[in-house]
């Protein structure tokens, strides 16, 4: 049974495969030279030139024994939802962060093969991504104790449009040499998933190098991106404006976007300043600012100039191994690696400082989802509540409280 302990000592093992289903992640972790053509932008004198707050940060819990590590973190509402590299799904009541139930019923579910790779929440609707090519959803039913339970809602693609689609030779595209399948279909690993602003429209990226948007009312598949990347892909944003990023181990962030009176997303603009394969993307909240973090052991910080084109102004570093996730919540920026660490970053006018380094990770830092915590917060200090997950199969939970000096 998985434990909560008040505690930041993290287990001694460490999981160094991706479970045992499908194929190895595609080079997540091997980390390669960083970026040196990208200026910094936590150099000292950059660092002298604004005024940012200081941070105190501490581990106030960790969830420790279970047996696979953690792939896939959400935050809804009052629950945090985990995904599991064996493809268990957990409901973990936030305010005492333990099981709902110690039994494990109702609040635990398992599907498919291999990790989840991914988990959105639109309304009481749970989606989640998996390695064996699915997209699954869930019904997350509450009862008069305010205890939650998963009801496993569909499979996607639904039977009936595989069932459609298979009777039309026009739509079946080719996946490989000598196999063809149904355009609705992902056939490898679902990476990633995220929700148009309006939560009308469910995107999904998968290592078979497709982008697909799907209808979140009835889960049809309205389109398909073939070849959207040259290698797999890896992660996915949403912007407010409509724009729509790719990142892949083609070491490419695209930009896709529908227009006005278009019934199909085309690309834009393809942002080619990695020297790796790009593990993650994350958006500021006005979509003003995107940050990529790859192998190259750099976050990358991307801003609109006056085009609306995405042009890369320097690069985050510190990390010495890949970075694996990101996070951004208010003004602050987490990045998550393979270096065991977590950095919380903030910005002023294209500066940024390190506000610090969260240590106890025994593994890879796999991911990572950040709020902010509203119990305790002041008008001279703000309060966040960080959830890291690494392959040494813990979870832990850290107090950020940063202060500007007055």
């Avoid at 190895?24 to 980390?31: F, Y």
């Avoid at 024994?65 to 599991?84: D, M, R």
């Avoid at 309006?198 to 799907?214: A, F, G, M, P, Q």
Wanted: with cysteine; charged share 20%.
């Amino acid at each position: 049974m998985v434990q909560y302990h008040q505690t930041c000592n993290s287990s001694n093992n460490l999981l160094s495969h991706h479970g045992s289903f499908g194929q190895e992640e595609p080079t997540s972790l091997q980390t390669q030279p960083s970026l040196r053509s990208i200026p910094s932008l936590t150099s000292e004198l950059q660092l002298q030139q604004h005024q940012f707050p200081t941070a105190h940060h501490q581990c106030i819990a960790t969830l420790t024994g279970q047996s696979s590590y953690t792939s896939s973190l959400f935050l809804a509402g009052k629950f945090l939802l985990t995904g599991s590299s064996d493809k268990e799904i957990r409901l973990w009541r936030r305010n005492d962060l333990k099981p709902l139930n110690k039994k494990l019923t109702g609040n635990v579910v398992t599907a498919g093969q291999g990790a989840v790779k991914s988990l959105v929440v639109s309304a009481d609707k749970l989606f989640s991504a998996h390695q064996d090519h699915k997209i699954r959803v869930w019904k997350i039913d509450s009862d008069k104790a305010e205890k939650k339970k998963l009801t496993h809602l569909a499979t996607l693609p639904k039977l009936s449009d595989r069932v459609l689609n298979c009777l039309n030779p026009k739509n079946h595209v080719q996946v490989r040499r000598h196999k063809k399948c149904i355009w609705v279909q992902h056939v490898d690993t679902v990476s990633a998933l995220a929700l148009s602003t309006d939560e009308s429209h469910l995107y999904s990226v998968s290592w078979d190098r497709t982008l697909k948007i799907w209808r979140t009312t009835d889960f049809k598949c309205l389109e398909s991106v073939a070849n959207a990347h040259d290698d797999a892909i890896n992660a996915v944003a949403l912007s407010t404006h409509g724009h729509v990023y790719t990142g892949s181990a083609d070491k490419k962030i695209k930009v896709w976007r529908k227009g006005l009176g278009q019934k199909k997303h085309s690309l834009v603009a393809t942002l080619e300043r990695h020297k790796s394969g790009v593990n993650a993307l994350a958006l500021s909240a006005d979509g003003s600012v995107l940050y990529s973090g790859a192998c190259d052991r750099s976050v990358l910080v991307w801003e609109k100039d006056d085009g609306s084109w995405m042009l890369a102004v320097g690069a985050l570093k510190g990390h010495t191994k890949s970075i694996l996730c990101l996070a951004v919540v208010s003004n602050l920026v987490c990045s998550g690696s393979a270096d065991k660490t977590v950095r919380i970053w903030t910005g002023v006018e294209r500066s940024y400082s390190c506000l610090a380094v969260l240590e106890g990770h025994t593994g890879p830092v796999k991911c990572l989802t950040m709020a902010k915590d509203h119990s305790n917060t002041s008008d001279a200090a703000s309060s966040f509540l960080l959830y890291s997950s690494s392959l040494d199969c813990d979870t832990k939970i850290w107090q950020i409280l940063t202060v500007y000096s007055v």
